[in-house]
């Protein structure tokens, strides 16, 4: 039987377990003999790989985060240590890799096929949803669906208390999270970092707003945008007349019980890498379009810088 191994780099994010649990189904199913690394690219430096088998992942689908530990890996940058994960691969005989991880993760595993050529397949994994060459990220439903419960409940005390909220979302420089939040929570104001703005635009208009009888706002915000979300909050206060207050919603992103959605992804994004593998693609990355599951060489997808959907920017417009 072929040996094959899964990690998790980067960003835990939930789905990952459930990637996971079928992960190990699939390979049994595959006459495969499936095998852990854990804590990603400093477990496979360190040798922290075991052989697994279905008592591995019971009961593991309700879980956020990764079973298996997940690292930002230094050391994975330099040579001498992906000498030694190349090593530790081989006294087990495993010659098929799929990594859980974004486009930090996906780079490291560039350079370390080219220099060693162990066969790989990525499985876009972060909330950031900034992967170039997949609309849809593992983790993202799920993210998206924390981030709709915390805007519903600060609406609650916004409403109340007559106040505008600055609710501050993940996403790096890229404000996937922010904008379709924004468009599915009915809020007032939603800054990116894809799109220039001016705050005094807003004031005439939010003014008249609460002349017509707005009790509140909410402002959803990108943590890459060029201000601090308290300077919006204050801005709100010196400039429009409301009190304001900050929620930065952090790594509570993350977690939590991941999304019907997400547990269907995984299923599928693990299908289609082992699939890949099994097939001799070598090299490859599993990509959400519009037009299905694809694979993509990784040179594409990690050399070309990610941008939003256009027909999302319009929306903002």
């Known amino acids: 039987m072929k040996n094959i191994a899964i990690l998790c780099s980067g960003g835990d994010v939930s789905g990952m377990n459930p990637a996971l649990k079928h992960f190990v189904e699939y390979s049994i199913e595959k006459e495969l003999t499936p095998h852990f690394i854990y804590d990603g690219y400093e477990g496979l430096i360190d040798n922290h790989i075991k052989k697994v088998d279905y008592s591995n992942v019971s009961g593991i689908i309700t879980r956020g985060g990764t079973k298996i530990g997940s690292s930002r890996s230094k050391r994975f940058m330099q040579e001498k240590y992906r000498t030694i994960a190349k090593h530790n691969l081989d006294a087990l005989e495993i010659d098929m890799l799929i990594v859980l991880g974004g486009d930090g993760s996906f780079r490291g595993l560039d350079v370390f096929y080219k220099e060693h050529g162990i066969k790989f397949c990525g499985v876009p994994s972060t909330i950031d949803n900034d992967i170039h060459g997949t609309d849809y990220c593992l983790g993202v439903d799920t993210a998206l669906n924390v981030i709709k419960t915390s805007i519903d409940a600060i609406r609650d005390t916004a409403s109340s ?157």
């Not at 490859?284 to 810088?305: M, R």
């Open 161 to 317: 208390f007559k106040r505008a909220f600055v609710i501050e979302t993940m996403g790096r420089d890229c404000g996937y999270l922010a904008l379709v939040s924004h468009l599915t929570s009915g809020s007032e104001l939603c800054l990116i970092p894809e799109k220039k703005y001016n705050l005094d635009s807003f004031e005439k208009d939010f003014k008249q707003q609460i002349k017509n009888g707005r009790r509140y706002f909410i402002a959803i915000v990108s943590e890459g945008i060029k201000e601090e979300s308290q300077d919006i909050a204050e801005w709100f206060e010196k400039k429009i007349g409301i009190e304001a207050r900050v929620c930065v919603l952090g790594h509570v992103q993350r977690g939590g019980n991941p999304s019907i959605y997400d547990r269907l992804m995984a299923y599928k994004f693990i299908t289609h890498a082992i699939n890949a593998l099994l097939s001799n693609r070598n090299e490859s990355i599993v990509c959400y379009t519009k037009q299905g599951f694809v694979l993509k060489n990784i040179d594409e997808v990690v050399n070309t810088s990610y941008t939003l959907d256009p027909s999302l920017l319009e929306f903002l417009e």
